[in-house]
Nanobody, 115 residues
């Protein structure tokens, strides 16, 4: 069973930075893709960023230039560096992994951007 555990969320002022982590219970080299999604109150879950097994990344237009997805294969961890945070980035952030055995989600971590 693949388990994903997010951490690093919290309260930050507009313009600030946070780094989210997603620890995976199996080798992330075996995962086809690792992604971050977010869900704001009253809204649908939306795509934020993904990193493919080959290292290629893709970011949503709303975060491009501010957020960066990366991974550390040795630590089986995926990161989301978030800079220049805005109030509209407030949401629960989820990590998702896709492998040959299925799709896997973490429990989420809350990010609140407020002064």
């Amino acid at each position: 069973q693949v388990q994903l555990v997010e951490s690093g969320g919290g309260l930050v002022q507009p313009g600030g930075s946070l780094r989210l982590s997603c620890a995976v219970s199996v080798s992330i080299s075996s995962m086809w893709t690792m992604s971050w999604y977010r869900q704001a109150p009253g809204k649908q879950r939306e795509f934020v960023a993904t990193i493919y097994s080959g290292g290629t990344t893709n970011h949503a237009d709303s975060v491009k230039g501010r957020f960066t997805i990366s991974r550390d294969n040795a630590k089986n961890t995926v990161y989301l560096q978030m800079n220049s945070l805005k109030r509209e980035d407030t949401a629960v952030y989820y990590c998702k992994g896709i492998s040959g055995t299925g799709d896997y989600w973490g429990q989420g971590t809350q990010v609140t951007v407020s002064s």
